[in-house]
């Protein structure tokens, strides 16, 4: 399943908007969970929580908090999520590209209705839909995760903990060992950074001076012998991205 924001202060566009949204998931048969918050001061109070969307569709002109630093704020906690920005003005391209938004949706425009079809068609084809999810048989119980959740991975005293972003940061614990671990989610972007540490590079904010920085702010030590070739891993993750 999807989901999908829906950020706009005028409560026509809330409407339209999830009802072009149903009319897709009906005709491409693609289950989506559709919220709908009314300023970016509320879509932003969720925090870490942003990590559960896919898409935003995100209204540039509001109070207090607008759309453009709106989707900085969104891009620091969720680096993946497809922004498409909602506005009744045409000035905001440079800004958009600052965030990457993939598409500018006019409310104008007389193919609005189209125009959203098109941008979840493209977003859609961008991200092959498709999520790798596996199921753990964790200490707390049996549990299906989508493995972009994942942040990183702990190995302590025959133990792997994983830190798993949901509403908060969740922890789940399972018996076993990282190398195992390691050549599972080897299709999954994951990187070895310490003997006892496996992180998704999907999460990583930046590398530097024997250290990485999650995108929640945490700093994990990466040993000398690993430095380099950690390193060169997320240059190339980043390079395809």
Do not use: W
Request: include cysteine; hydrophobic fraction near 40%; charge should be neutral.
């Amino acid at each position: 399943m999807l989901k999908i924001a829906i950020c706009d202060d005028e409560r026509y566009f809330q409407t339209i908007i999830k009802e072009i949204l149903i009319n897709y998931q009906e005709q491409k048969n693609i289950p989506l969970s559709i919220d709908i918050f009314e300023s970016g001061k509320e879509l932003l109070k969720l925090e870490m929580g942003l990590v559960r969307y896919n898409i935003v569709f995100l209204d540039i002109k509001m109070d207090e908090i607008d759309g453009i630093l709106t989707a900085q704020t969104i891009r620091d906690v969720n680096k993946d999520i497809f922004i498409v920005f909602i506005t009744a003005f045409v000035d905001y391209s440079l800004e958009g590209y600052k965030v990457d938004a993939i598409r500018y949706i006019l409310k104008n425009n007389e193919s609005f209705y189209y125009t959203v079809f098109e941008s979840m068609d493209a977003i859609l084809e961008k991200m092959n839909y498709k999520y790798s999810k596996k199921i753990f048989n964790f200490m707390e119980g049996r549990k299906a995760i989508h493995t972009n959740r994942i942040l990183y991975i702990e190995s302590k005293l025959h133990k792997l903990h994983f830190n798993i972003l949901e509403e908060k940061i969740n922890s789940y614990t399972l018996y076993g060992t990282l190398d195992k671990l390691e050549e599972q989610l080897l299709e999954d972007q994951f990187v070895r950074i310490h003997q006892s540490y496996l992180v998704n590079m999907k999460h990583i904010r930046s590398i530097k001076k024997y250290n990485l920085t999650l995108m929640n702010g945490m700093i994990l030590d990466i040993p000398r012998a690993r430095y380099k070739n950690v390193e060169e891993l997320f240059v190339i993750y980043k390079g395809g991205l």
